[in-house]
């Protein structure tokens, strides 16, 4: 970006959260989502006239704002979602992108996927029934995959008489589980009836008794500015970038996205896994040098001494150095229908920028996702299956726990003949 | 602390833009022949400046293809020419006219055919004859509901076919390009743009665009809902409602059978970007092709199409 553009544009100061919703069957997420569109006047009158057709001709009682959500024909003709469909909305405060992620049991996989890029999830329960197995099976997922904040949404207050007792009950019940995951910093619970309205974006009327936040004003306004990490320094090289021209004929700059940390010029930086060390001498872009660069920005940095360097190489720095290992420790998540995991299978492994094959040494445990409990005698994953186990790389890998960097502790695996993505991993 | 706070912060336009130079960069990384599909357009334009910026002060290391019909706004290829020159960027052009001389697609026929449905065969041949593995397109998750589930790195089978319940899981950074022989990609950069964030960043990156987008006046023919520009290939029926001089502009631009124009007298960036702030239709409500029927653009994306 310019950074000459004149600050009285009130846009260039929106910043953007990505948040992802979970709920049963019938929860009323889809509900919610048209809720919030349509409250914060992000609809339009053509979609509009298609869903008030369509909930017409359902013989719906009231404009089903569910609809707004609608997918694929699929979905429409079997009342389902079947995959993470995104969508987008902004207020004066913020853009918005929604992971609208499917509840239903055999959909693991897509709340994962939905998760792994969220600042937030919404967990919706049902009044009447309050905390259910699922509910908890979402809670744990947000915390595996690191979401810091956490909306807990009681929907469907209307059905409950807006009862202040009942939503205490249920918030309680939520908090006696969630006391277990310690990724979740920050959970708000909102009393809401995304039928109706109440505190989606509007103040609701009949629950005076609550005073706090309602849910729209509370995604606007919830701090996210550290959830990038902006102490250790991490620089995977994805691009190398060698202009071959008169003008720029030694040239030779590192591309890529900072995973952490902060770098300037003049900065002391050790490339891994060489060792090697040196100063950076620029921090290019098309705009001309810049004075730093940091998480999550893209950029190019030309260094003082020419070292052989190439895509899946780290640029760090000697404070608090990443770990660099050819055996690692990691949660997964199994995300293939047609094969299994299971020990000594061999896999590509994709982490920053680098693919090595890795092969599975050992199954430690899976994890029973309702109970949290572990399950040691059964060492094959399944479809949305999680667990821990230990993977032997064919080259060492420059990482970060998942705890510490998400982009630095995460990869996935991918199956040497589907070439299909079969399992999201998070190291210890 | 708090000044840590303010200094770290990235507003929403930078942070689309750097996920979309690690896209582009991404898909100049894993495969071997990528191509960034360029139709004039405004996304497509947004895409190619992406693109100066992800490799400069290098060339961009990939062609920009042009699916042409023969039924483009002049203004439009100008506008091409011009911006690939300023680029130093190589322009590979397939002509759909080349399909329909080979017998590969027939025309349609009558006072409304559109070859907009026929650009699938030239693009997907286009993408055969230059064993392109990967092609860079536009396309945004907000525009269409068939969109909104499409991957950055969206995977093709060998006909070029998009399987919606058989894609790959996206997860944090890493897109998996891996493939068999004979298929490939189609990567969308600007999967999480809006219209909005399309324009505000035009303006703030103070890029130029075809006249097209800005108010002028044109004679118009009204149909099927959408209001076309008279050419030679859009030429008024018996009963249809012309409007000689209508002040208008382009919300999107393709083909001139199925673009459609809306009344506008935003003639500049800060106009049009309120007159999208507070547009009551989505932006492909002026596209006649989606109005086909309601599950217009899953069907055509199934085929191939962008």
Request: include cysteine.
């Amino acid at each position: 970006m310019h950074t000459d553009i004149p600050i009285d544009e009130g846009y260039l100061h929106m910043d953007l959260l990505r948040f992802t919703t979970a709920g049963s069957v019938d929860d009323g997420k889809s509900t919610l989502i048209g809720r919030l569109l349509y409250d914060s006047k992000n609809t339009f009158e053509d979609q509009m006239e298609a869903v008030e057709a369509t909930s017409k001709k359902r013989g719906d009682e009231h404009v089903n704002l569910a609809l707004l959500t609608d997918g694929l024909r699929a979905e429409r003709e079997q009342g389902i979602t079947i995959d993470v469909a995104y969508r987008y909305f902004a207020t004066p405060k913020r853009k918005f992108i929604i992971a609208d992620t499917p509840g239903h049991i055999q959909y693991t996989r897509n709340m994962v996927t939905g998760a792994s890029t969220a600042n937030l999830a919404i967990i919706l329960v049902d009044a009447r029934l309050g905390v259910i197995e699922q509910t908890c099976r979402h809670a744990f997922i947000a915390d595996l995959l690191r979401i810091r904040h956490v909306i807990l949404a009681v929907n469907k207050m209307d059905l409950v008489d807006y009862s202040e007792k009942r939503f205490n009950e249920i918030v309680d019940e939520f908090k006696r589980f969630a006391s277990r995951l310690d990724n979740i910093v920050d959970m708000v619970a909102i009393p809401i009836s995304a039928l109706h309205g109440d505190n989606v974006v509007d103040k609701s009327k009949n629950m005076d008794w609550y005073e706090g936040p309602t849910m729209l004003y509370h995604l606007e306004t919830v701090y996210i500015g550290s959830d990038h990490n902006h102490v250790d320094a991490r620089f995977p090289v994805q691009w190398v970038i060698r202009p071959h021209s008169d003008e720029y004929h030694d040239f030779r700059g590192y591309a890529g996205r900072v995973a952490g940390g902060v770098f300037r010029p003049g900065d002391e930086v050790v490339v891994q896994p060489s060792g090697f060390t040196t100063k950076i001498k620029a921090i290019e872009s098309y705009e001309g040098p810049q004075e730093s660069t940091f998480a999550p920005l893209s950029c190019t940095i030309t260094l003082e001494d020419e070292i052989d360097i190439s895509r899946g190489d780290m640029i760090t720095k000697p404070n608090n150095p990443p770990k660099k290992d050819q055996e690692i420790e990691a949660m997964i998540c199994w995300f293939s229908e047609s094969t299994q995991l299971s020990p000594n299978a061999k896999y590509y492994l994709r982490h920053t920028t680098k693919e090595v094959k890795a092969v599975v040494k050992d199954v430690r445990y899976k994890v029973n996702i309702n109970t949290l409990h572990k399950i040691e005698d059964d060492k094959t994953f399944r479809l949305n299956e999680i667990g821990r186990i230990t993977l032997r790389t064919s080259a060492p890998l420059i990482y970060d726990s998942y705890r510490r960097n998400r982009a630095t502790g995460s990869f996935i695996l991918i199956d040497s003949l589907t070439n299909e993505t079969v399992a999201a991993g998070m190291i210890l | 602390m708090d000044e840590e706070r303010t200094s770290y912060q990235v507003n929403h336009l930078a942070q689309l833009e750097s996920e979309a130079i690690y896209i582009l960069r991404e898909t100049a990384a894993q495969f071997e022949r990528p191509a960034l599909l360029f139709s004039g357009g405004k996304d497509s334009i947004v895409m190619a400046h992406l693109a100066r910026k992800a490799f400069h002060p290098a060339r961009l290391p990939f062609p920009l293809l042009h699916v042409d019909t023969g039924h483009n706004f002049q203004e439009t290829l100008d506008y091409r020419d011009q911006y690939v020159s300023d680029l130093r960027a190589e322009l590979v052009v397939a002509y759909v006219q080349d399909s329909i001389d080979k017998g590969r697609v027939q025309e349609e026929k009558g006072p409304f055919a559109s070859r907009n449905k026929l650009q699938t065969v030239t693009l997907l041949d286009a993408i055969a004859d230059n064993q392109y593995d990967a092609c860079l397109g536009g396309g945004r998750r907000d525009e269409e509901k068939a969109r909104a589930k499409e991957r950055f790195f969206s995977h093709r089978d060998d006909f070029g076919q998009w399987d919606p319940k058989n894609q790959r899981p996206e997860l944090w950074n890493l897109f998996n390009g891996r493939k068999h022989h004979g298929e490939h990609f189609r990567v969308f950069p600007l999967s999480n743009w809006t219209e909005m964030d399309v324009w505000q960043y035009i303006k703030s990156e103070n890029i130029p665009l075809p006249s097209l987008y800005f108010s002028h006046q044109r004679d118009v023919v009204h149909r099927s809902g959408a209001m076309l520009a008279i050419s030679e290939v859009v030429t008024p029926q018996p009963g249809e409602r012309i409007e000689t001089s209508a002040v208008v502009r382009f919300r999107t631009i393709g083909d001139m059978t199925c673009t459609g124009a809306v009344y506008s007298e935003a003639a500049d960036m800060d106009t049009i970007i309120y007159e999208v702030a507070t547009a009551r239709q989505t932006e492909r409500g002026t596209r006649a092709d989606d109005k086909r029927s309601e599950t217009a653009m899953e069907d055509r994306k199934k085929e191939g199409y962008f």
